[in-house]
């Protein structure tokens, strides 16, 4: 072989290197709390005691983190509304949540949530896309462009998230196995847990 077809191959081989690469641009990931990160309660989780996280999904999320994975975390808390807590409890939950992914190495890189009730007629409770827009707005991303993953256990967690682009994933925990025979107009993924999630995504991109 020549040396400019050596050249040439090598260059061609670093290109197909450099587009497997792009090809596997890391997503953001958008997770729900309540029933994926946490057990969930229908009596709601009103108290830094009551939060308590699922097996596995601490390591999960900072496996993620640690991987490269830009990690938020989006919830409804209309339990705010209804006065069973209030905002300074949840700051307490978020920043007990935010200090475990931590001791693990990993980091959340924002929390956004929703305080209002069912009714308040506002654009950020989920099944709305307010929350993500906020984030999309804050880091100064489309999601509609750029890559995304949203990770619920409800109907409406994906629906947010669907609305704006996002990737759908279903997990199993919380209100998932019920969630996973509701009709859907779309197509999600399913796993086991936040745990699963996590092992298979950083198969796929890494």
Same mark, same amino acid.
């Given at each position: 072989m020549r040396k400019?077809? #050596?050249i040439k191959a090598t260059e061609t081989k670093m290109q197909? #290197? #450099?587009d497997r690469n792009n090809s596997k641009t890391k997503p953001i990931i958008l997770l729900d709390r309540d029933g994926v990160i946490n057990y969930d309660s229908d009596a709601y989780i009103k108290s830094v005691?009551?939060?308590q996280p699922l097996p596995g999904s601490i390591k999960a999320i900072a496996a993620l983190s640690k991987a490269g994975f830009r990690i938020f975390v989006v919830t409804n808390q209309s339990g705010i509304a209804r006065g069973y807590y209030d905002e300074t409890e949840l700051n307490a939950m978020h920043t007990k949540m935010l200090n475990l992914v931590h001791s693990e190495g990993g980091t959340i890189e924002g929390i956004e949530y929703c305080p209002h009730g069912p009714d308040d007629g506002c654009h950020c409770r989920k %099944?709305? %896309?307010g929350m993500i827009e906020t984030i999309e707005?804050? /880091?100064g991303v489309d999601f509609t462009q750029t890559s995304a993953i /949203?990770?619920?256990d409800s109907k409406r967690d994906l629906e947010a998230g669907h609305a704006r682009g996002c990737h759908p994933s279903l997990v199993l925990t919380g209100k998932g196995r019920d969630t996973?025979?509701?009709a859907f107009d779309f197509y999600f993924d399913v796993y086991a847990d936040l745990a699963a999630f996590a092992l298979a995504t950083l198969h796929k991109f890494n």
């Open positions: 400019q077809d #050596t197909q #290197t #450099t005691d009551e939060w %099944p709305l %896309p707005s804050k /880091i /949203i990770v619920g996973q025979y509701k």
